[in-house]
């Protein structure tokens, strides 16, 4: 898993590898970030289902100013 956009754009992410877990597609995390679009800066996200953190990383990397991982 990589970061799709931003900052730290190319920049691979490793997660808990478990069974069960399952990262967000990087197509879907550029599609909601492209959606998103210039709101994400300075917001506080927050990652509720984090996981491995893709998306939370993914919004900091394009200009978040806080996320909480859960």
């Keep these: 898993m990589r970061i ?12 808990p590898r478990h069974p069960g877990l ?3 597609a990087e197509r879907v995390r550029k599609a909601v970030f492209d959606i998103l679009g ?8 927050l990652d509720l289902f984090a996981g491995a953190g ?16 859960v």
């Design 38 to 45: 210039p709101r994400v800066i300075g917001a506080m996200v």
């Design 4 to 15: 799709v956009g931003g900052l730290f754009r190319g920049r691979r992410l490793r997660g």
């Design 54 to 69: 893709g998306l939370g990383f993914e919004a900091l990397s394009r200009g978040a100013k806080q996320v909480i991982f």
């Design 22 to 24: 399952r990262p967000t």
